[in-house]
Every structure is written in C-alpha cells, then in structure tokens.
C-alpha cells in the first residue's frame, strides 16, 4: 500500500503512513507547516538503512544499539555544531552562576572575575535554555520520523522557542501532579518510613516520571499542549511498555554522571583548572542530552505502530 510522503521546502521526506487527507501538521526539520495533500502520490517509504533520494540522508531502521546513538551527534555537521557551538554557549552564560557556587563550596575564585561575568549570564541563560530544548525537540521529532543524522539548527524564532519551554514546562507539571506531588504527600505522611515506604515512594516517582515522558513526546509530535491530555498520554504508556522505562533508566544514569561530574568541577581550587574543567562539563552535559533524546526517540519509533499516532486528527479529550 502506497505511503504519503510529505516533502518540505526544507528537503525533509516526512513519512505518514494512514494519516488522512488535509491533515496539517509541522515539519519537525524546519517548524514549517506542512499539509497532506488530497492525492497522495504513488511512492513507498525507503526501507530501514536505505539512502532516501532527499540530499542523501539515511533513513533509521526500527531499532539502533546504544553505541550507534553515542555517535549520532557526530553524523554530520549539525551534529558537530551543536557538540561544540552550544557547550561553549552554555560555558559563557553560566559562568557567573559557576563562579557563585564554585565560591559556596570553597574555590578560590577572583572576585572581579565574578562581578564581570555575572550579570550577562544570568541575561542569557534563559535564551540559551529556550534554543538548546527547541533543538532536542527537533531531534527527537526527527529521530520518530525516521531521520538517522541530526536536524537542521533551529533559526532564532522566539515563539518556536517559546513553544519549546511551554511544552516542556507542561509535561514536568503533569509528571509532578501525577506521580512527585502523590510521593510527597505519602513520604510526608509517614512517621517512621520502611523498606516498603520507600519502594512505594520511588514507584510513584518513576510512574510521574514516565508520565512526564510521554506527555512531552505527545505535545512534541502533535505540537499541541492539548494533545498532553490524560486519555492519550495513558495510551502511549500502554503502548510504550518497558521501552519508557529504558529511555528513562539511561536518562537517569545520564543525569547522575552530569551530577557527579558538575560536583568535582566545583571542588576545583585553581581557574587553570575549572575554568577547562567548566567547558569540558558542559560538552558532557550537551552531548548527554542528544543521546538521551536520540534514545527515547528511537523506542518511541519502534512502538509507532502501537502508539497509533498520526493516523488521524491530533487526541483531545
């Protein structure tokens, strides 16, 4: 049976394989706005490893190991630029806040130093934030489309940026509300927790965890926040399975080494050496992010079929 392929301006090959007629959606390389045609030309969908016709990118096959997704920002260019272009953005602009936490914890820093970098760090943080998640959403967008090379860097579009936090901000919302707030409330409630106390706190965790997950990857691949409701976001975790907990067990360790490594570098005692070790923590912490997206998107795209997405109009309760 034929597939509709969408092509964007961009070069992008979009597959949408059932989706109806008229359906709009958002090309995830270039955020522009792309429409399913009435007549779906005649052309199948490239198979797993093969070159799609569209400037040459190779087309994801359903699964990929874990050593393949630590190369995934190495496949071209754009992966290169975002491995070395945004680790030294970040360096900059939470200098001051390095600084400042470097001295609460007993670095000898120069305090001129600190009133310098300060102020415009704290000024681009959150544009820095705001383009860092808009990238991670195209890649993860791209990743469940089939892409195998990173995505295009996004332009300096404010609302897109926008779009990026508020999405973002929701799903850790509705993870909080579904599992955070309900282990606070049982772990405050407790007098004297147990083993079993415990163990039922850290499943409400991981439950409003993946909540969390697959809230975010519905508001990014509908770009709606109305398709983050309970009725879909319930579905995609049924569909999911044990694929949400492996994305989340690998963004966990992720997180844990960033953690680890951000507490040595603030122990360090000389600029010589923090100030390389700074720059060197967030080209980890940068790199991190891409292969736990590129991850998440490549479970996300092995379940697609049981996920049902995009064979219709965007969920809404």
């Not at 820095?128 to 295009?152: H, I, K, V």
Request: net charge positive; charged share 15%; proline share 8%.
């Amino acid at each position: 049976m034929a597939v509709p392929i969408v092509v964007c301006a961009c070069g992008m090959r979009l597959n949408a394989p059932g989706a109806r007629p008229g359906r709009v959606g958002r090309c995830p390389g270039c955020g522009a706005a792309l429409r399913i045609p009435d007549a779906p030309p005649a052309e199948t969908a490239p198979g797993p490893g093969v070159k799609s016709k569209s400037k040459g990118r190779r087309r994801l096959a359903r699964g990929e190991s874990l050593l393949a997704s630590h190369a995934y920002p190495f496949r071209d260019v754009n992966g290169v630029a975002y491995s070395t272009i945004l680790p030294v953005a970040w360096f900059l602009v939470a200098l001051g806040p390095f600084l400042l936490a470097a001295s609460a914890v007993g670095g000898e820093m120069p305090s001129e130093l600190f009133r310098i970098a300060l102020a415009p760090s704290m000024l681009g943080i959150p544009p820095a934030l705001a383009y860092t998640l808009t990238y991670l959403n195209r890649a993860f967008a791209t990743t469940f489309q089939g892409e195998d090379s990173p995505p295009r860097w996004p332009e300096l579009d404010v609302w897109e940026m926008i779009r990026a936090v508020v999405v973002w901000l929701a799903a850790i919302a509705s993870g909080a509300a579904a599992g955070g707030l309900p282990a606070w409330y049982f772990w405050s409630h407790t007098g004297e927790p147990g083993n079993l106390d415990r163990a039922a706190v850290v499943l409400l965790v991981v439950l409003g965890a993946v909540y969390a997950q697959g809230a975010l990857a519905a508001g990014l691949l509908f770009d709606d926040v109305l398709a983050m409701n309970p009725v879909t976001v319930l579905k995609a975790m049924r569909a999911m399975g044990l694929g949400s907990l492996r994305t989340l067990a690998y963004a966990s360790c992720a997180l844990a080494a960033v953690v680890g490594l951000l507490a040595l570098v603030l122990r360090s005692t000389s600029p010589l050496v923090s100030l390389p070790a700074w720059l060197a923590f967030w080209a980890f912490a940068v790199h991190e992010a891409l292969v736990a997206t590129r991850i998440w998107g490549v479970e996300c795209r092995r379940r697609a079929r049981g996920l049902g997405w995009f064979r219709g109009a965007s969920p809404r309760s």
